[in-house]
């Protein structure tokens, strides 16, 4: 058994050290499961092209390995999806959302060892005009924390987390709202409101359960907006996610669907895609693509 795979090279900003360590540790991973394994560095903006290569080679590996954070998982999973080809789940991430909904281990030899044991199944991913996401999408104001945070990470060397603090108060300051207009179910909504959150299946979001999947399979899509749109209601709904507090039905408006359209005024928008934010021209068009990609997942 053959797999290729693809460690993200994070566009040349992982230091030397790391990057060996990175190697390492997947190598060893590997080594005890009887499994061959081709690894390749490729810089985070190729790895959809590469993995795309890979899986319409003549000679297409057993499995595409994606090795890395929830990025890395969404830009393997939007080459694979709708192919024959296999994606195998290696958690590198800080928070590795996809892996944790798919029960995938987040320590490296048991996440090797499904991979080696495992059996391919569908899931559905998701679809923003024609960006691909496996967890969710979003606009407002998290696309704006996200892009004023890279900025803010790239002008003065500051460190992620402290990067995404201070983004959050500069936007918060500013606290943007989107006039949208929302069709789905054969409905259309009218509405002014800080963020709109578009995930593939149904979060949860109840008291500590915050952004938890049960299953991948169901072919939908969640919708959330929220009720209060003002300064003080959504420092509220912080609070009330920091001490676990969240209530869906008392706290957002939530739809479900397959596909759904969003458009606003503007030439262009800014969508959150994985964690990853692009400028993209309205309407959105989302919708579910039920079992397109093949997981290896626990046997």
């Given at each position: ?14 230091p ?64 694979l ?33 499904v ?23 979003s ?22 987390w ?7 108060i ?16 054969g ?43 003002g300064r ?12 676990g ?50 997981v290896?997942?626990?046997?």
């Open positions: 058994m053959k797999v290729i795979v693809l460690l993200n090279a994070a566009a040349g900003t992982t030397a050290e790391q990057a060996h360590e990175d190697e390492r540790a997947v190598h060893a991973a590997f080594a005890a499961t009887g499994v061959t394994t081709e690894l390749r560095r490729v810089d985070g903006h190729h790895l959809t092209d590469t993995a795309r290569q890979i899986a319409a080679a003549e000679h297409a590996p057993v499995a595409v390995v994606a090795a890395g954070g929830d990025g890395t998982q969404s830009a393997v999973a939007a080459a999806a709708g192919t024959a080809t296999p994606m195998g789940v290696l958690p590198m991430g800080t928070l590795n959302h996809f892996a944790k909904d798919l029960g995938i281990p987040l320590d490296l030899p048991t996440a090797a060892r991979i080696a044991t495992g059996r391919a199944r569908a899931i559905d991913v998701a679809q923003v005009n024609d960006r691909v996401f496996v967890n969710n999408s606009i407002g104001l998290y696309p704006h924390v996200v892009r004023h945070r890279d900025e803010m990470r790239e002008r003065l060397g500051r460190g992620k402290l990067a995404m603090l201070l983004a959050i500069a936007i918060f300051r500013r606290f943007p709202l989107v006039n949208l207009r929302l069709t789905v179910n409905q259309t909504y009218q509405h002014t409101t800080p963020f709109v959150f578009v995930g593939n299946n149904h979060y949860r979001i109840d008291r500590l359960n915050l952004g938890q999947r049960t299953t991948l399979e169901n072919g939908d899509l969640c919708v959330y907006f929220a009720r209060r749109t003080l209601g959504m420092l509220r709904l912080a609070l009330l996610a920091f001490f507090r969240l209530r869906q039905d008392r706290d957002f408006n939530a739809l479900s669907a397959t596909e759904l359209w969003i458009d606003t005024h503007k030439p262009t928008i800014n969508v959150a895609v994985d964690g990853e934010v692009d400028r993209l021209t309205p309407p959105l068009h989302y919708r579910s693509r039920p079992n397109s990609l093949n290896i997942l626990p046997a």
